[in-house]
């Protein structure tokens, strides 16, 4: 998805692939904000599920809700 509005452009995505390594099969998303003056980015921020893509991997063990 991408959305423009003002001075803001933001993108939303998903992927997915192979982890090479462990060949497990992993996705992932995240979206990005970007904040543009005169034709030039000024700003950005970006969020992704980084503790998902290394649980999915076996990097890190799944969180658990006590």
Request: avoid cysteine; charged fraction near 20%.
């Amino acid at each position: 998805d991408l959305i423009a509005e003002a001075d803001r452009d933001v993108a939303r995505w998903t992927w997915s692939g192979t982890h090479a390594p462990s060949n497990k099969l992993v996705s992932n998303s995240g979206i990005a904000i970007y904040q543009m003056r005169d034709a030039r980015l000024v700003r950005s921020w970006l969020q992704t599920d980084r503790l998902g893509f290394l649980e999915q991997i076996g990097a890190v063990p799944p969180f658990q809700i006590w």
